[in-house]
């Protein structure tokens, strides 16, 4: 179901299922609300007002930041936009503000697509989608990206979900992360080193999320035998959200900030297949064949 009320995010998706109900806006392709059994699991933001930090947005043709947009693609440099001014960065991909075509799957399931076209520092054309489909306790998430250049295109993808237990004062819940290394990075939040995890940043035993403050890249994540890393966000009383990550999600950004809005304290918990400045460091990054689809997928659960 669409709504028609005129949103700066766009048109409004509202997926049901018994009782799992999610809102997708059309900007970002972004999840902007679920809940599951009425908690809230991923906080929402006033319907007229831009997309908050990032909220749920896919990130594509790169996740996170690229120093001064200038990176070597073979013998050219490029030069990308600079959409973080503050830091001189391009920052989050070319598909931030683009209002996608939605498909209407079932009222369960969705799929948004946009095209990136070649740009300003990106001259390739690639197809995106992005299918979210209800699950009997969250959501799945599927991207893929297909390569319509004549030449192998560089890529990468994250998503930038928030996440809550909306009846739980955020400061008590307990943030397990499974990674055991850390980026280290500089005062324009790009990446200078790698470290194991130590301190507030060790959060493989889990760390109550009042006592941390994050903005941080995680990397050598453990997986499951079913082959998903799983970060948890716990309640006292046991009950946890799990952002879980499929194959070639192989890092993770957390963000923490008190500036979300109706949240005095937000998370965010951002599956990527690329770290910060995977343009230029090569990390993560894949190139797509000429007519190559690359599919991922995510999702996250509460019980």
């Known amino acids: 179901m669409h709504t028609a009320t005129p949103s700066p995010t766009g048109r409004q998706i509202i997926l049901r299922r018994g009782p799992v109900v999610a809102q997708i806006a059309q900007v970002g392709a972004s999840l902007r609300d679920l809940e599951v059994g009425g908690v809230t699991i991923v906080p929402p933001y006033p319907l007229d007002a831009p997309t908050p930090a990032c909220s749920g947005v896919v990130l594509a043709p790169w996740p996170n930041r690229v120093r001064d947009g200038i990176w070597q693609d073979g013998d050219t440099t490029r030069a990308l936009a600079i959409t973080e001014p503050a830091l001189r960065n391009a920052s989050h991909g070319l598909l931030r503000f683009t209002a996608y075509e939605i498909e209407q799957d079932t009222d369960a399931t969705v799929t948004l697509r946009a095209q990136i076209v070649p740009q300003t520092g990106y001259p390739y054309l690639v197809d995106t989608a992005v299918e979210y489909a209800l699950t009997a306790d969250g959501i799945r998430v599927a991207h893929t990206l297909t390569n319509h250049s004549a030449h192998p295109a560089p890529v990468a993808l994250g998503t930038h979900p928030f996440v809550t237990i909306g009846d739980v004062d955020p400061r008590e819940l307990v943030l397990r992360i499974p990674a055991e290394t850390y980026f280290e990075t500089d005062e324009r939040l790009l990446p200078i080193g790698e470290s194991p995890v130590q301190g507030g940043v060790d959060l493989r035993a889990g760390q109550r999320l009042g006592d941390v403050t994050l903005d941080t890249g995680f990397a050598t994540l453990h997986r499951d035998t079913d082959s998903r890393v799983r970060t948890t966000l716990t309640a006292p009383d046991g009950r946890a959200v799990t952002v879980w990550q499929g194959e070639g999600f192989d890092y993770i950004q957390a963000y923490t900030t008190t500036n979300y809005p109706g949240q005095s304290l937000a998370l965010a918990v951002e599956p990527m297949t690329a770290p910060a400045e995977a343009f ?20 996250i659960t509460f019980d």
């Open 280 to 299: 230029n460091s090569g990390r993560g990054l894949r190139h797509l064949a000429p007519g190559e689809t690359w599919t991922l997928e995510w999702g």
